[in-house]
């Protein structure tokens, strides 16, 4: 499986041409091209427009470019779909709250002739959804509902459930690592949160941290200017690279290949760390390629 680095994820509003334009150009791994929050409601017509355009234009090069659409109880999100057809990779769908969602969304895109490659992602972001991410993480397994991923809206979810939004996020751990075990035990990638304090590097760094030990892929951003720090806590270091690719050296020698654990520069390793390792070094080389 070809494995594609998600550390850095940009929301940027699709009514901005000139914010689309030099999304070709920033450093991060992903765009969204958003619908939903960053754009007024007598503007989405002219978005979607824009967006269009943008992704017929092309351009974007290794950035993946996600299209995130209105709400399911808005009367916008059906038009919003039929984005899909200029072939983004993938479309994000907020306040995602049960799997049933994910299979009506999944219907349209077989309605707007979306291609088979145009994935969807679903935003966690309600009560609801905490209590259902099992649920909803195992539809990726179904033939058909196209989901490839979950991002965090630890804003949103801060509204409804009254949580503070508190540095170390203590109130939200559970959430996160509740959501952090749905995806990785139905196979598919998830992404944290926004850091809301731009101004704050100290902050985010230690919040992109956070993230990258919690188990998250990368990080959702709202400024360009916290891509390189992202880009930075989510890249394997050159001293784990090359732990890694001892540990699996190791393991590869003929007179270790029955086994399970074996000694290296004086401490014991399991197999399983080599493909622990394994995943670092493909992540590395995807990012050395980008």
Request: net charge neutral.
């Amino acid at each position: 499986m070809t494995i594609r680095p998600r550390r850095s994820v940009l929301y940027m509003p699709g009514s901005n041409a000139r914010a689309m334009e030099k999304a070709r150009t920033l450093p991060a791994d992903a765009v969204i091209l958003d619908l939903e929050d960053a754009v007024a409601p007598d503007a989405k017509a002219l978005a979607r427009d824009l967006i269009v355009q943008a992704l017929k234009q092309g351009g974007f090069g290794r950035r993946e470019v996600l299209v995130r659409i209105n709400g399911l109880d808005t009367a916008w999100w059906r038009d919003d779909l039929a984005v899909a057809a200029a072939k983004p990779d993938a479309m994000l769908v907020p306040k995602i709250s049960s799997p049933d969602q994910l299979r009506e969304v999944a219907k349209h895109m077989v309605g707007v002739r979306a291609e088979a490659h145009v994935r969807i992602w679903a935003m966690m972001e309600t009560p609801l959804a905490m209590l259902n991410a099992r649920d909803i993480a195992a539809a990726a397994q179904e033939e058909g509902t196209r989901l490839a991923g979950f991002v965090m809206g630890t804003n949103d979810l801060a509204k409804d459930t009254r949580a503070r939004l508190l540095p170390g996020r203590a109130p939200m751990l559970p959430w996160l690592m509740n959501c952090v075990a749905a995806a990785r035990a139905f196979g598919i990638d998830i992404l944290d949160g926004v850091y809301n304090d731009i101004g704050n590097a100290e902050g985010f760094a230690a919040e992109c941290a956070q993230a990258r030990d919690l188990g998250f892929d990368g990080k959702t951003l709202i400024h360009p200017q916290q891509i390189g720090a992202c880009n930075e806590a989510f890249s394997p270091s050159a001293a784990e690279v090359a732990w890694a690719r001892k540990i699996i050296a190791a393991f590869d020698l003929p007179e270790n290949a029955d086994k399970g654990v074996i000694s290296v520069d004086g401490r014991m390793v399991e197999r399983l760390h080599a493909d622990m390792g394994r995943r670092t070094v493909a992540i590395a080389d995807a990012i050395a390629q980008a």
